[in-house]
Structures are given as C-alpha cells and as structure tokens.
C-alpha cells in the first residue's frame, strides 16, 4: 500500500522550455552583397509570418472541467456558532488551529519536487508537484488575479499571467470563483491589505498573521478582522482535509454542506475522482503546496507513464496521501481545471480544460487568487533609493540607516563637523548627531523636532503640550485635546474618553468647585438686586421699560414743555406792548378826542347850581354836553 514517490528534477525544466524560439534566419550570400533592401524585406515578411503562427496557435480554455461545491451560492448558510457546536468536544469552542512558521533565513527559500506516485488500494497512479516553502512569512503571498484590484473588477486570469509579472518561483491557482460573474468568493487578503472580506461564510481557510503563525480551519467574522494580530494573507478554500495531524473530512462533510453542487451533492464533491490543490504544513512550519493533474470523472485517461491507469484523486486520498508526508493540518483549494502549477512563469501542469477553437489540446484555465512563492523581499523594494535589497534587506549606502535605508546618518561627509545636524533623526530623538532623547510624559510615544526636541506627534488622549505634559483644559478632550465636549449645560467631559459622567480629580476639581462657588454667589447677587428692583414704584424712566417707549415719552415732554414756553412767551410780549401805549399817550395831549371832567366837578357844580340860578347850571351842562 506505500505510495512510491519518484522525484522528476528534470521536469520543471522541460516544462520551462515549452516556450518557442523564433527562428534565426540570415541573408543569403548573393543577396548580403547586393544592397540591404532586400535583407529587411525578408525580415518583414517573416515577422509577418510569426504573427499570423502566433494569432492560428492563439487558444482559451473552454472551461469545461468544472467541479464547484455549490450550486447556488458559495459557502453554507450556517453561522460560526453551528461549526462550533457541531464539532467535537475535544476542540472546545476554538474552531481553527495556528502553527508557527517556520523562519529559515538562507536560500533557497522554497524546494520544489514533480512526483509520480500510485494511490494506495487502487490501480491509480497520479502526477502532480509539491512545495515546500521555508520562510512563509517573507516569501508567500496570495495574490489577485492579474495584480492588485483584480477581484475588485471581477476579473480572471491564467495563473502565468499573475504570476509573471510578481516574479514568483513557484505559483499555484488558490480560492474559488463564481463561474458566471467571474467574482473572487471568500476571503482575500494580499500582502497586509484587506480585499474582500465574506461575511462570515464558514468554510475552510488559510492565512498568515502578523506574527508569523499559520491559520487553518473556519473563522468567525471577528478572528478575519481581528486587528491587535491581523492577518497578512488570508484565502478561503473548501473543506478542511486534515487537522492536527487526523483527517477531518467527515466533520467538514457537517460543518460546510449546503444544499447541492454542479458535480451532485457536496457529498460528490469530496468523493469524485479529479485534479486537486491543496496548502497545508508540516511539524517545522514550513508551508506545504500541493497540486495533483487530472480530469473530473474521466477514467481511462492516458498516463505518461502508464497509460492503462487513470491519474485522478478524490479528497480521502489527497488527505491520507498528506498525513503520510507529515502534513499536520491542510486544507482544499479550487480543482478540476482550475488546478494549475507554475514554475518561473511557465506551465508546469497538465490542465484539463479543453481549449478553443481546437479541441484536441487542453488549455491552462483563468483562475481568481494564487498562492506566490517568491524572494525576500525589502519594503520598500527600492530601499528609498539608498540602498540595496540583498534577500530582503535593505543594505544602505554610506550616509544612510534605517530598515528601509530612509534615515541619514549625521557624520561625515554627510555632514560636516561644524554644523548642526537637521537631517531626519529616528523616532525618539533629537539633536546634532541625533543623540539627544525625545521626552514625552504621560506615557506619550513622540517624535520630535529634530533640532529643538519639541513633540511633532499627537500626544495621547487628554495631554498636550511640548512635551505632552499639560492637562487637556475643561471642554476638551482626546489625543492632544483636539476634541470639544458635547455634554449637556456646557459642562466638563473627561479629558481623555470624552464622558460627561466623569469626575474630575485634584487641581481641576477644587478649581471647577471655586468656579461654581463664585458663580453661585454672583448669581444670588443678581437675583437680589431684580427683586429689589420689581418692588420699587415704576416710573417712565425705569429700566424695565422698554427703551423705544422711553424714548417716546422724553420726546413728548419735550414737546409740551416747548410749547407751553412760547405760549408765555407770546403773553408776555402782549402785556409789555400795552405797558408801553399808556406812557407814549401822556407826551401828546393834544391828539386827545375826549375831555376829561372829574366828578368830584360835576358834583360840586351841581350843588352850587343850586343856589346861584338856573342859568348858569343850564349854560355849563349844555357846554359839557357839546364838547362831551
């Protein structure tokens, strides 16, 4: 039953000259001598000639060998909480398991090895390749197809033309794809930049973190976002094959069946014979790739090798064929034609894909993501344009320092010994030479000025200041007091979360409470002096009246009083005018039209009259009578 595993180093490089060489071609002697039209003429013509080879040979797959786990959709409909419940109780609730990679510094960084082996209880044989990839952290990544934004364009393409243009070793088709809409499906993250996220679709995954672990098994949406270790690379395949070192397709078989697939039910899927892909690892930390060719249900197929055998494999055979060679945990990844191999930008497998318009040769299929196995790499690549990248280390140029060659180095002849260094220092210092210390407070982490020290970063919540040493003042908040309050009443807020339910603590406190103090008693003064004031006799002029009316009222006066004043006046004059006629009549008497005759006279005239005769009496009245 022991798989015999034969090591073919010579494949990788027949397949790597599959490529064609154009022909070389020279000028015949008798035409060398005549002039050099014709020589160009002859190459136009055979260029000619390449083109129109290279249009006839121009093939695309027909897409025909597709094997999907789900008809409708991808993925179950579940929640996470199902696969936990569902699984075993010997796992807890952790439903995925992390490995650490292994971190082999030397080169070569990945070895790859094609192998033709038999499938142990069957008269089967298969060929395929396996990888494995010493550094996974620095020298693996999922990749979208065609480059960065791919999925976001719903685009395919083979796994050659995404891997060329990356510079991968070794490269291998990865996640799944909608057929129809040509849409990346599950999760993606490429190189620490989150592509698309599945929402929580519990199937099989494989990712690196941050730190280097490996992760294998099905993640909830809080593990995929989860940011105080995120994930750098992340794909989302289809049943996980084998667990801590055990096979565990049975479990999957409960914890990502849903409904029915293109190839039957997703029972079939595992069971049915076809091309595979698989990534897994083994006790080192060193990152398994695994691709076997084949063809969907097709028996018989001819084999290089032995050709009355088939050369297919269902999952229960991929997973008992990487337990064998030590694989600890694995996961399945998208077969059929999808499973693709690629060695230097150079098909290194036998797709199943029949192409179009000739049927009779098989074609490499557009795939969606990739597994990249490739160099160390720096970043930035170019190390800031002061250095050089040597297996993913920036080796600096005179004058320069830093992991990315990006900080200079104070020191001649970069700068001279009679000035001050102004050039860019590392976090945390300041200075000529860079040598003096950054100091922030308050468990403040600061860049500063590089000549004066003075803090250019935001200080933590509820600090500001040079050196981060000052209070955030009252109605202020967060990294360095940045943010208003928005508490009700204009009051406080905590200095650094911003809550108004906060109590204030030392000098703040006894001064909020002296504020309040003074206000208080300011305002029971004011209080006083209105009530005072209501219980006062109104008058016009009383404040309380409104300044229009005031206003009104003064204008009113002032008008009586004004004509009050000239109705004295004109009387005044009137009386000093008939004053002054009396004393201007006496210096002329004789304008006089009238006699003037006391009565004292005429009494006494009359008693006289009396005794002296009649005559007389008669005479005088008749002249007072006439000159009257």
């Known amino acids: 039953m022991e798989a015999q595993l034969r090591s073919l180093p010579g494949a990788e490089r027949s397949r790597g000259r599959r490529k064609r060489r154009a022909p070389r071609v020279s000028c015949p002697p008798h035409m060398a001598r005549e002039p050099s039209v014709k020589c160009p003429r002859v190459w136009l013509l055979l260029g000619l000639c390449v083109r129109l080879c290279q249009a006839r040979n121009s093939r695309v797959s027909m897409d025909d060998d597709v094997l999907l786990p789900y008809v409708n959709g991808h993925g179950p409909s579940h929640s996470h909480r199902h696969v936990r419940d569902c699984q075993s109780v010997f796992h807890g609730n952790t439903t995925h398991e992390t490995w650490p990679s292994s971190n082999h510094s030397g080169l070569p960084v990945a070895e790859s090895t094609s192998f033709v082996t038999d499938v142990p209880g069957t008269s089967r044989w298969v060929y395929g390749h396996m990888t494995v990839v010493l550094d996974p952290l620095r020298t693996l990544s999922v990749l979208e197809p065609g480059g960065p ?342 009051c406080p807020c905590d200095p650094q979360t911003g809550s108004c339910n906060a109590t204030l603590q030392g000098e703040t406190n006894y001064t909020l409470h002296r504020a309040g103090h003074c206000l208080a008693k300011q305002m029971f003064t004011s209080w006083r002096r209105d009530e005072d004031a209501r219980r006062e006799k109104p008058h016009l002029t009383e404040s309380r009246n409104p300044p229009s009316v005031v206003e009104n009222v003064r204008r009113t006066w002032l008008i009586i009083t004004f004509s009050l004043a000239s109705l004295l006046s004109v009387s005044l004059l009137l009386h000093l005018v008939r004053a002054c006629r009396g004393p201007v009549a006496a210096h002329f008497p004789e304008r006089r039209d009238f006699s003037y005759v006391p009565l004292t006279d005429i009494n006494g005239a009359a008693s006289r009259s009396e005794g002296s005769g009649k005559g007389v009496f008669g005479l005088d009245d008749s002249d007072s009578q006439d000159e009257i």
């Open 149 to 490: 934004g791919g999925c976001g364009m719903n685009h395919r393409a083979s796994v050659e033309e995404t891997a060329e243009p990356a510079a991968c070793l070794y490269a291998q088709n990865a996640g799944f794809f909608d057929t129809k809409k040509d849409k990346c499906l599950g999760n993606v993250v490429s190189d620490g930049r989150m592509v698309q996220n599945s929402g929580g679709v519990q199937n099989a995954q494989f990712g690196i973190r941050k730190d280097g672990g490996l992760v294998f098994g099905y993640l909830s949406q809080d593990d995929v976002l989860d940011q105080s270790n995120p994930f750098v690379q992340l794909v989302s395949g289809v049943v996980w094959l084998l667990r801590d070192g055990e096979v565990y397709i049975n479990e999957s078989l409960k914890a990502e069946c849903d409904k029915t697939q293109e190839t039957g039910n997703f029972r079939t899927f595992v069971d049915v014979v076809s091309a595979r892909t698989a990534v897994g690892h083994d006790a080192e930390g060193r990152l398994i790739l695994f691709q076997i060719d084949g063809q969907t249900r097709v028996r018989g197929l001819v084999n290089l090798l032995h050709s009355k055998y088939q050369i297919n494999m269902n999952l229960w055979e991929v997973a008992d064929f990487l337990k064998k060679y030590g694989v600890i945990n694995a996961i399945n990844l998208d077969g059929g034609g999808s499973s693709t191999y690629v060695i230097k930008g150079s098909l290194g497998s036998y797709p199943s894909d029949h192409c179009e318009p000739d049927g009779r040769w098989r074609c490499g299929r557009r795939v969606s993501t990739i597994l990249c196995v490739h160099q160390r790499r720096c970043q930035p690549a170019d190390c800031s344009g002061h250095g050089d990248c040597v297996d993913g280390r920036c080796r600096c140029q005179e004058g320069w320092q830093g992991a990315a060659c990006d900080s200079l180095l104070c020191q001649p002849p970069a700068c001279g010994p009679h000035g001050v260094c102004t050039a860019e220092c590392l976090p945390g210092f300041y200075g000529d030479g860079c040598n003096q210390t950054c100091t922030c407070v308050n468990g403040g982490s600061c860049s500063c000025d590089p000549v004066h020290g003075r803090a250019i970063r935001a200080c933590p919540s509820g600090f500001h200041g040079n050196a981060c040493e000052q209070v955030c003042p009252l109605g202020f908040f967060g990294p360095s007091c940045s943010q208003e309050c928005r508490c009700d009443d204009q």
